[in-house]
């Protein structure tokens, strides 16, 4: 088993990564004799573009071997059934070819009608599976036990009790009784030896019954928006065809050479995911590269050494003991009493590695709460620097201002000084023309003199 796993940031940067690490991980696996049939990843939009960089079209009937747990798939037909509706708070309204809707409402009402009834139909069905809270939508067996066989029978049954109005969960009934043959084939511990096995032929009518959904709502009269609210989401569509297609792929290659068991590819990564994040790391839940590869180990290591999948588990014979009745009572007594010793050391080491472990995360809040107090100190600080600041800009602009008011009031007296230098300007032009005036008389008065004289002197010639 080659397990890799990949820490990066860049979204970009990151596929190209793990393109190059991939490779050079099935290139390590090959040279120690080892050849890779298949890969198994979760539903994450890397994983998506990973697959894209191979040129796999997700939505094709010639996908390469490639493949993805259906358990978290599951989690997402849910969670779009469950933002189905005419609610406000509903993002999505699916609707089937036949114009039948598919609402959560529906669950929730059969859920209602079951729980009221004599006789409960689902019997593992609660408030949890109804209501679940964001903790409770990343558990497995809750999506499926919403979409599985009994959920089908109970869905039906409501059905029939509505009589005349029985119609309105018939979308419902469509869509459950495809992922009733889903979880039923994917949970299926009978081993597939040829092609035409009907289980794999259901798989491909699933796929098609959603390709001529998606054709259904593409050529309809809706806006573009208005029809992504009838479909399941682009991302859930994409994980069905590869889980699917890259099953079926998978399915036929291994035929060639031996039987194929649906159930034990059907691998929870989830589980993995879990155990890294909780059981190993305590409260650390984003453990680094070398972390991951340290407790992978621990985590294959503390699983079961002889599968119940496989046929090395055997049952002893029933066979009599010679010893006698006594006997026999006292060896029991003996022997559980040491278990219950073996389990009792075993409780106490386990509350000593709990109680360790909450000294540790105890010591861990304490300098959390220490740090927290630290930058609480320092942005109190800053704030009075910035109160500090505030004040002394609000004394800046009070000066500002008060030199701005005195600038205006120097501007108006110059303007009051301006206006009098120009009516005395006024005045001076004024007393220049009547002095010219006046000189222009005398001048006149000088002439006409002259004039006289020159007369008489002439009359006097």
């Known amino acids: 088993m080659y397990s890799l796993y990949i820490v990066l940031k860049n979204g970009v940067k990151q596929n190209k990564k793990k393109y190059t690490l991939f490779w050079r991980a099935v290139d390590k696996l090959s040279v120690c004799g080892f050849t890779t049939a298949y890969v198994n990843v979760d539903g994450a939009q890397s994983n998506r573009s990973f697959m894209h960089m191979h040129g796999i079209q997700l939505r094709s009937m010639n996908l390469n071997v490639t493949s993805s747990g259906l358990l978290t798939r599951y989690q997402k037909i849910r969670n779009n059934i469950m933002k189905s509706g005419i609610k406000k708070v509903c ?7 036949d114009k039948t809707n598919i609402q959560w409402q529906m669950w929730v009402d059969a859920f209602n009608w079951d729980k009221i009834s004599p006789l409960q139909i689902h019997r593992a069905l609660t408030q949890v599976h109804v209501y679940p809270n964001t903790k409770e939508k ?11 066989d009994d959920m089908l029978n109970l869905m039906t049954q409501y059905q029939a009790s509505l009589g005349q109005n029985g119609a309105s969960p018939s979308g419902s009934i469509d869509m459950l009784k495809h992922t009733s043959k889903m979880i039923r084939n994917f949970h299926d511990q009978r081993p597939i030896f040829q ?9 491909i009518e699933i796929l098609q019954r959603l390709k001529r959904w998606e054709e259904t709502i593409a050529i309809s009269d809706d806006t573009s928006t208005a029809k992504s609210k009838k479909l399941l989401s682009r991302q859930c569509i994409e994980d069905l065809y590869a889980c699917i297609l890259g099953f079926d792929q998978v399915c036929r290659k291994a035929i060639s050479m031996s039987g194929h068991i649906e159930a034990q590819i059907n691998y929870d990564v989830e589980n993995d995911f879990c155990q890294q994040r909780a059981t190993y790391n305590g409260p650390n839940s984003h453990p680094n590269a070398l972390q991951y590869r340290r407790n992978l180990n621990n985590i294959i290591l503390g699983q079961s ?3 119940r999948k496989g046929n090395a588990v055997t049952k002893r014979a029933n066979v009599r003991s010679p010893l006698s009745d006594t006997i026999k009572i006292f060896f029991i007594s003996l022997f559980r009493n040491s278990i219950s010793l073996f389990r009792n050391s075993i409780s106490f080491k386990r509350n000593s590695i709990s109680l360790f472990r909450n000294s540790i995360s105890f010591k861990r809040n304490s300098i959390s709460l220490f740090r927290n107090s630290i930058s609480l100190f320092r942005n109190s600080i800053s704030f009075k620097r910035n109160n500090i600041s505030l004040f002394r800009n609000s004394i800046s602009f009070k000066r500002n201002s008060i030199s701005l008011f005195r600038n205006s009031i120097s501007f108006k007296r110059n303007n009051i000084s301006l206006f009098r230098n120009s009516i005395s300007l006024f005045r001076n032009s004024i007393s220049f023309k009547r002095n010219s005036i006046s000189l222009f008389r005398k001048k006149y008065f000088v002439l006409s003199k002259y004039f006289v004289v020159i007369s008489n002197i002439l009359d006097w010639f």
């Open 91 to 97: 993002t999505r309204n699916l609707e089937l070819p």
């Open 138 to 148: 990343m558990r497995n067996h809750l999506a499926e036990e919403v979409l599985n």
């Open 305 to 307: 050494s002889l599968s």
């Open 195 to 203: 092609a035409n096995d009907m289980r794999l032929h259901e798989k």
